[in-house]
């Protein structure tokens, strides 16, 4: 049977998308390449103390950190060298969950939003009335662990920084600083899947496949009649027909989508060129008159990161979260499945902050600060008390300059072409002194000592000897952003892919610019306006 609307991809924005279409009476699939994740998308992995709880490693935010360290690690896709999530719920059953409703910058002309996307009160707020954050997910509505945030305050403060409810004030972002927030819902990671995905899944005419994996579009011209996967029950060939006015919608993330994209030919003739010769996609591509020149993959941004290491003898660095899976503290353990309350209902961090930066070019430049407890790495000469190491992370944020370019390897792997980071020596300078600010009044911490960089290494020794794909953030947007000129823009205000009849991106690919925190809840609403645009849209089914 025909659908009306096909989205590849269920990762937020995807599954935000199909429960709109869904609920506007469209015939839906949602497509996702991995399997499930939390409990009641019928995911069963985790830590032996969860058995019997119907609880996952993906529902418990204290495991947020595991996620790195498990050995098991099949939640990550396998062919893209960064980390990107392959699961029901994308990047969302893997986060931090850090979720910060958009400012009005996010969505502005100066960002290079159409001016069509202005009023996102509308979207940002019906994304919010689905999924509110809270910066006190224990269901006692109490906060744990909570010495980072109280050292870290003290050090803000003195560099006049004023404590807000972040999410409160979406707007105002210089010198503000709060409790981390998240989309965390009783104890337990919320966020699109246990929201959105759950009234799709109650509607007769949603339904979503697992395990099943978008190679391309099959297309007339610049008319969409099918999507290619690797399922033969799904089509003769493994193609999913489409209604004569049907429409699809990629939700494939960064890195999926523009994949999708050159499978299809569409994109840079370089890009495609790789696909043509690849012996297995090359064959289904179309023929070179049909190509679409799309700048797929330019225009590309990620938050550089940096991360300054510290301790304080009041600090708990609860182990470095080493133990949480395997031996975890066994009264946190207890109180959090008798109640989804205690350390195991928030992830890592517990303090962000914003400051605005005007850069030697005139231009305005946002720093967010995250704090938690424990650290990645470290690098010291000198001794010091490993529980009670914290981590303060600094990115560089709305306004940064620097692009970066995502394409594809020979073997069609996504991969990231070049560095988004740093590429202008004005961003590297703003987030030097940003770190520099950041620690200019450590001394009047009582106890408050830098591990990383130690005191035989100066901030800017230290930065120009990071490692650069320490600096990737995780937060990539931009590789097929809207705009009103396909010479630099791969989808249209609409988010349409221009050239094309029928075919749509949805995800944070379409973003123009990084926001200004966090990213996922800034995709999120841009998807409840995106696909609010698609439905008002004439010629559909
Ligand atoms: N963002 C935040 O706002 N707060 C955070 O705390 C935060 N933390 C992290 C983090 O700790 C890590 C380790 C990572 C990797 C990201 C973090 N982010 C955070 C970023 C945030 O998760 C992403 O920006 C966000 O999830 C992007 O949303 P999208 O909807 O654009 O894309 P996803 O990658 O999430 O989902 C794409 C889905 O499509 C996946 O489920 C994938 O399996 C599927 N897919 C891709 N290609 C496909 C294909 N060809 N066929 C079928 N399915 C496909
Ligand atoms: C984010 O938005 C980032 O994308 C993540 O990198 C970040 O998590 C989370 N939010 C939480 O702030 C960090 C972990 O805390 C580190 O332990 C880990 O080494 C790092 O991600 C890897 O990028």
Same mark, same amino acid.
């Given at each position: 049977?025909p659908?009306?609307y096909v989205v590849?991809g269920? +990762?937020p924005?995807?599954?935000?998308?199909?429960d709109?279409l /869904?609920?506007?009476g469209? !015939?839906?699939?949602l &497509?996702?390449? @991995?399997g499930?994740?939390?409990?009641?998308?019928?995911g069963?992995?985790?830590?032996?103390?969860?058995?019997g709880?119907?609880?996952?490693?993906f529902?418990?935010p +204290?495991?947020?950190e595991s996620?790195?360290?498990?050995?098991n /690690?099949?939640?990550?896709? !396998?062919d893209?060298? &960064?980390?990107? @999530?392959?699961?029901v719920?994308?990047g969302?059953s893997?986060n931090?969950?850090?979720?910060w409703?958009?400012?009005?910058?996010?969505f502005?002309?100066?960002?290079?939003?159409?001016t069509?996307?202005?009023?996102h009160?509308?979207?940002t707020?019906k994304m919010?009335a689905?999924?509110?954050?809270?910066?006190?997910?224990s269901?006692d509505?109490?906060r744990y662990l909570e010495?980072v945030f109280?050292?870290?305050?003290?050090?803000?403060k003195?560099q006049?920084y004023?404590?807000?409810?972040?999410?409160?004030?979406?707007?105002?972002?210089?010198?503000?600083f709060?409790?981390s927030?998240?989309d965390f819902?009783?104890g337990?990671?919320?966020?699109?899947?246990?929201?959105y995905?759950?009234t799709?899944?109650?509607?007769?005419?949603f339904t979503m496949?697992?395990?099943t994996?978008?190679?391309?579009?099959?297309?007339?011209?610049?008319t969409?009649?099918?999507?290619?996967?690797?399922?033969?029950?799904?089509?003769?060939?493994?193609?999913?027909?489409?209604?004569?006015k049907g429409?699809?919608?990629?939700?494939g993330?960064?890195?999926g989508?523009?994949?999708?994209?050159?499978q299809s030919?569409?994109?840079?003739t370089?890009?495609?060129?790789i696909?043509?010769?690849?012996?297995?996609q090359?064959?289904?591509?179309?023929?070179q008159?049909a190509?679409i020149?799309?700048?797929v993959?330019?225009?590309?941004s990620?938050?550089?990161?940096i991360?300054?290491?510290?301790t304080?003898p009041?600090?708990?660095a609860?182990?470095?979260?080493?133990?949480?899976?395997?031996?975890?503290?066994?009264a946190?353990?207890?109180?959090?499945?008798?109640?989804q309350?205690?350390?195991f209902?928030q992830?890592?961090p517990?303090l962000?902050?914003?400051?605005a930066y005007?850069?030697s070019?005139?231009k305005?430049?946002?720093?967010?600060g995250?704090?938690r407890p424990g650290?990645a790495?470290?690098?010291?000469t000198?001794?010091?008390n490993?529980?009670q190491?914290?981590?303060i992370?600094?990115?560089?944020?709305?306004?940064?300059?620097?692009?970066g370019?995502?394409g594809?390897d020979a073997?069609v792997q996504?991969?990231v072409?070049?560095?988004?980071?740093?590429?202008?020596?004005?961003?590297?300078a703003?987030?030097?002194?940003?770190l520099?600010?950041?620690?200019s009044?450590i001394?009047?911490?009582?106890?408050?000592?830098?591990?990383?960089?130690?005191?035989?290494?100066?901030i800017?020794?230290?930065?120009n000897?990071?490692p650069?794909a320490d600096m990737?953030s995780?937060?990539?947007?931009?590789?097929?952003?809207?705009?009103?000129s396909?010479?630099?823009a791969?989808v249209d205000?609409n988010t349409?892919?221009?050239?094309?009849?029928?075919?749509?991106v949805l995800?944070?690919?379409?973003?123009p610019?990084?926001?200004m925190g966090n990213?996922h809840?800034?995709?999120?609403?841009?998807?409840?306006?995106?696909?609010?645009?698609i439905?008002?849209?004439?010629?559909g089914p």
């Amino acid at each position: 049977i025909p659908y009306d609307y096909v989205v590849v991809g269920a +990762g937020p924005a995807g599954i935000i998308t199909a429960d709109r279409l /869904s609920e506007a009476g469209k !015939k839906v699939l949602l &497509v996702e390449r @991995g399997g499930p994740s939390t409990w009641e998308t019928g995911g069963t992995y985790g830590p032996d103390w969860l058995k019997g709880s119907q609880l996952t490693k993906f529902d418990v935010p +204290g495991l947020f950190e595991s996620m790195f360290s498990d050995s098991n /690690s099949f939640w990550w896709c !396998k062919d893209i060298n &960064v980390f990107a @999530g392959c699961l029901v719920g994308g990047g969302t059953s893997i986060n931090g969950a850090l979720y910060w409703y958009p400012p009005d910058i996010d969505f502005s002309p100066s960002q290079g939003w159409p001016t069509s996307w202005q009023n996102h009160h509308t979207w940002t707020n019906k994304m919010i009335a689905r999924l509110p954050a809270t910066d006190h997910p224990s269901t006692d509505g109490k906060r744990y662990l909570e010495q980072v945030f109280d050292v870290v305050s003290t050090l803000l403060k003195g560099q006049s920084y004023q404590q807000i409810t972040i999410n409160d004030n979406p707007d105002y972002k210089d010198h503000v600083f709060g409790y981390s927030a998240y989309d965390f819902v009783g104890g337990k990671r919320g966020g699109p899947v246990a929201t959105y995905l759950r009234t799709a899944k109650a509607r007769k005419n949603f339904t979503m496949k697992m395990y099943t994996m978008v190679t391309g579009v099959v297309r007339k011209g610049s008319t969409i009649t099918g999507v290619r996967t690797n399922d033969t029950s799904l089509g003769p060939d493994g193609v999913i027909p489409l209604n004569p006015k049907g429409r699809v919608i990629l939700s494939g993330g960064s890195f999926g989508s523009p994949r999708i994209l050159f499978q299809s030919g569409i994109g840079p003739t370089d890009m495609l060129n790789i696909v043509k010769a690849d012996p297995t996609q090359g064959p289904r591509m179309p023929a070179q008159s049909a190509w679409i020149n799309l700048p797929v993959g330019e225009n590309v941004s990620d938050n550089p990161s940096i991360n300054l290491v510290f301790t304080h003898p009041s600090v708990d660095a609860y182990d470095n979260w080493a133990n949480i899976q395997t031996n975890p503290r066994s009264a946190d353990t207890k109180q959090y499945l008798a109640s989804q309350s205690g350390v195991f209902a928030q992830a890592s961090p517990r303090l962000n902050f914003w400051r605005a930066y005007a850069g030697s070019d005139q231009k305005t430049r946002y720093l967010q600060g995250t704090a938690r407890p424990g650290a990645a790495s470290w690098n010291t000469t000198f001794p010091f008390n490993q529980t009670q190491i914290f981590t303060i992370t600094a990115y560089l944020s709305t306004g940064i300059t620097s692009r970066g370019r995502i394409g594809i390897d020979a073997a069609v792997q996504p991969r990231v072409l070049t560095n988004p980071w740093f590429e202008d020596p004005v961003d590297k300078a703003v987030l030097i002194q940003g770190l520099k600010d950041i620690v200019s009044n450590i001394k009047s911490v009582p106890g408050m000592t830098m591990i990383t960089p130690d005191n035989q290494t100066t901030i800017d020794a230290y930065v120009n000897n990071y490692p650069v794909a320490d600096m990737n953030s995780n937060h990539w947007v931009g590789p097929c952003s809207i705009g009103n000129s396909q010479s630099n823009a791969v989808v249209d205000q609409n988010t349409k892919v221009f050239g094309t009849d029928n075919l749509f991106v949805l995800d944070a690919s379409i973003l123009p610019a990084i926001p200004m925190g966090n990213p996922h809840g800034a995709i999120m609403a841009a998807a409840e306006q995106g696909v609010a645009k698609i439905l008002a849209l004439s010629g559909g089914p």
